[in-house]
C-alpha cells in the first residue's frame, strides 16, 4: 500500500540552525501539507501547497519557513533559523485532490528538537 | 471560531465497553468532519468521516453521531478491542477550502483493557 514516508524521524539542531524535514508524498498526489504538534498539544496545520505554489498557510507559517517541492517526488519544508519553540513533530500529508473530503494521508512524522 | 473542542483527554474502557468521544466546534462554515487514529509511532490515519447532512454514519464499529444543532460530533467505538487503544482526534475542515486544511481537536488517548 502506497504511504508517505518522512526523514528523517529525528532532528536535533541548535538554536539559530537551519533544519530541511524532507517528505515523500504519495505519487499520484497532488496535494501537499505539513503539519505539526508540539508535545501534547493538538495537531496543528502549518500550509497546503499545490502546483508548485502555496494554497493557503497558517499564521504559524512565518518568515522562517518556506517549503519546496525540489524534484517529482520530494516535498520539504525548511526552517531558516530555528527557535525553541520550534520543537515539535511535524507530519506531512498528501491527498489526491484539495477538497474537503480528499483523504489526506499522514506520514510517520519527524521528531525536531532544538537545543 | 476555528477551534474544535474536544473531550475527554484520555480514556480507559474494559474490552467490549463503548467508549466515546466528543467534539464541539463555533465555526458554521465547517462542514466536513473526519476522526483520525494515531497508534504510537505512526502519523494519524482517517478512521471515518461525516457531513453535516447526516446524523449519523457507521464503518464498522465506528459510528459518528452528528448534532448540528448542537454543533457537535462524537465518536463511539462498539464492542472495543485492546486493538483500538490509540489517539483519536477529531477534526473539521470547510468545502470553500480548496487548500483542504484540516483543524484538528486536542485528541484523546483510549485504553482499552483486556
Known amino acids: 500500500e502506497p504511504e508517505v514516508t518522512q526523514t528523517p524521524s529525528h532532528q536535533v539542531t541548535q538554536m539559530g540552525q537551519e533544519v530541511i524535514l524532507r517528505c515523500v508524498p504519495i505519487s499520484n498526489h497532488l496535494y501537499f501539507y505539513w503539519y505539526r504538534q508540539i508535545l501534547g498539544q493538538k495537531v496543528e496545520f502549518l500550509v497546503s501547497?499545490?502546483?508548485?505554489?502555496?494554497?493557503?498557510k497558517s499564521e504559524i507559517f512565518d518568515d522562517q519557513f518556506s517549503v519546496e517541492r525540489p524534484d517529482g517526488s520530494n516535498f520539504t519544508l525548511k526552517i531558516r533559523s530555528t527557535k525553541l519553540e520550534d520543537s515539535a513533530m511535524y507530519f506531512c500529508?498528501?491527498?489526491?485532490?484539495?477538497?474537503?473530503?480528499?483523504?489526506?494521508?499522514f506520514g510517520p512524522g519527524t521528531r525536531l528538537t532544538v537545543l | 471560531q476555528q477551534q474544535v473542542k474536544q473531550s475527554p483527554q484520555s480514556l480507559i474502557v474494559q474490552k467490549g465497553g463503548i467508549p466515546i468521544i466528543n467534539c464541539a466546534y463555533e465555526?458554521?462554515?465547517?462542514?466536513?468532519f473526519p476522526w483520525y487514529q494515531q497508534f504510537p509511532g505512526k502519523g494519524p490515519a482517517l478512521l471515518i468521516a461525516?457531513?453535516?447532512?447526516?446524523s449519523e454514519k457507521k464503518e464498522g464499529r465506528f459510528t459518528i453521531s452528528f448534532n448540528k444543532s448542537a454543533k457537535q460530533f462524537s465518536l463511539h467505538i462498539m464492542d472495543s478491542q485492546p486493538g483500538d487503544s490509540a489517539t483519536y482526534f477529531c477534526?473539521?475542515?470547510?468545502?470553500?477550502?480548496?487548500?483542504?486544511?484540516?483543524?484538528f481537536g486536542q485528541g484523546t488517548e483510549l485504553s482499552v483493557k483486556p
Open positions: 477534526a473539521a475542515s470547510m468545502i470553500y477550502n480548496q487548500g483542504g486544511k484540516l483543524i
Open positions: 500529508a498528501s491527498s489526491v485532490g484539495g477538497s474537503w473530503d480528499n483523504e489526506q494521508f
Open positions: 501547497f499545490y502546483n508548485n505554489e502555496i494554497s493557503e
Open positions: 465555526n458554521t462554515a465547517f462542514d466536513y
Open positions: 461525516i457531513r453535516p447532512d447526516v
